[in-house]
């Protein structure tokens, strides 16, 4: 079972990044899957979830700039972020949700510039 992130980069303040998220070892479509982050100096924290229903739900500070989204056909997840701030500087990670696996990956780094 594995989950690798990527699409990360810098961008500056108002950007836009997409980042993608590839399962391999099991089905996505009967997954509960998130994206998290950490900021540096800060713990880890939920972004998004998806459910195998479909049923999403978003941290409070994406306030409608993120979307997350799932490919059942590729068996992988995205998350859209528009509107990025610096403080939206972090590596971004995808897991298994609401109990993540304790395999988080590398992750991907997204850098905002102000």
């Known amino acids: 079972v594995q989950l690798q992130a990527s699409g990360g980069g810098l961008v500056q303040a108002g950007g836009s990044l997409r980042l993608s998220c590839a399962a391999s070892?099991?089905?996505?479509?009967?997954?509960?899957l998130a994206w998290y982050r950490r900021a540096p100096g800060k713990q880890r924290e939920l972004v998004a979830q998806?459910?195998?229903?479909?049923?999403?739900g978003y941290a409070v500070f994406v306030n409608g700039r993120f979307t997350i989204s799932r490919d059942n056909a590729k068996n992988a997840v995205y998350l859209q972020m528009n509107n990025l701030k610096p403080e939206d500087t972090a590596v971004y990670y995808c897991?298994?949700?609401?109990?993540?696996?304790?395999?988080w990956g590398q992750g991907t780094q997204v850098t905002v510039s102000s």
């Open positions: 897991n298994n949700f609401p109990i993540p696996s304790k395999n």
């Open positions: 070892g099991f089905d996505i479509s009967i997954e509960p």
């Open positions: 998806i459910n195998s229903g479909g049923t999403i």
